[in-house]
């Protein structure tokens, strides 16, 4: 139903794995966004590309490494993970509209449910 | 101050009753004002956009007041399937931010 995927939906690392969270939009946008939700907290923004280049970084640790190798696909590589980083993290994506303005409309995919033991 | 704020809840309300809740924002030049539905363990969905002279989908009624900054989102005639956390979005200088959501319970 959605047009947002994303792989897995559950995820138990350790502090020393390394791991990749996977992201497709099939909705032909051009903006993707990762999102970092824990319990009873609003949504936290972690990455933002336009156009394949990322926009923001909102001051994420650098055990979170994103890559976007086109408009259609999102990674969020993972490692030397805390303890407290264990969330909800949400792929999202939208469409850059004429003149740089972004629609504010967000479609996510179903979410990856991260355990850090 | 927390950019959107909202009661965390849970309203706990019977099938056919209606529910309200607000939203605080803090950013007065906010220019767009959403409600998202988030089911428990699953993604952020648009329910609607709010627009300044108030608008309606269905059942579902929501407002704007910029003078004392928050939206309000109504729900009429609730059903079970009404029962999740609803997200309250705004936008202000390009950003989204979003509020921690208000859980809403409908009971049979």
């Known amino acids: 139903e959605t047009g947002v995927t994303q792989t897995p939906r559950h995820l138990v690392m350790g502090m020393t794995n390394k791991k990749s969270l996977k992201c497709e939009q099939h909705?032909?946008?051009?903006?993707m966004y990762w999102y970092k939700q824990s319990a009873k907290k609003p949504l936290e923004l972690m990455f933002v590309?336009?156009?394949?280049?990322?926009?923001e970084n909102n001051s994420v640790p650098s055990r979170f490494s994103p890559e976007c190798p086109n408009s259609s696909h999102l990674f969020l590589h993972l490692h030397t993970l805390q303890p407290e980083d264990s969330a909800l993290y949400l792929c999202?994506?939208?469409?850059?509209?004429?003149?740089?303005?972004?629609?504010?409309?967000?479609?996510f995919g179903s979410g990856t449910q991260l355990s850090v033991l | 101050r927390k950019e959107v704020e909202q009661d965390p809840g849970p309203f706990n309300v019977p099938e056919g009753a209606t529910v309200a809740f607000n939203c605080t924002y803090s950013?007065?030049?906010?220019?767009?004002f959403f409600w998202y539905r988030q089911d428990c363990r699953k993604e952020p969905k648009l329910l609607m956009s709010?627009?300044?002279s108030g608008n309606e989908d269905g059942r579902f009624t929501a407002q704007l007041n910029r003078a004392s900054q928050y939206i309000s989102l109504l729900i009429r005639d609730s059903k079970l399937s009404d029962s999740a956390t609803y997200l309250c979005?705004?936008?202000?200088?390009?950003?989204?931010?979003f509020g921690a959501g208000t859980t809403v319970t409908v009971r049979a």
């Open positions: 999202a994506s939208s469409q850059v509209v004429t003149g740089g303005s972004r629609d504010e409309k967000l479609f």
């Open positions: 909705l032909g946008h051009n903006a």
């Open positions: 590309y336009n156009f394949k280049e990322q926009t």
């Open positions: 950013n007065s030049a906010s220019q767009s």
């Open positions: 709010v627009y300044s």
């Open positions: 979005v705004v936008m202000g200088d390009y950003k989204l931010s």
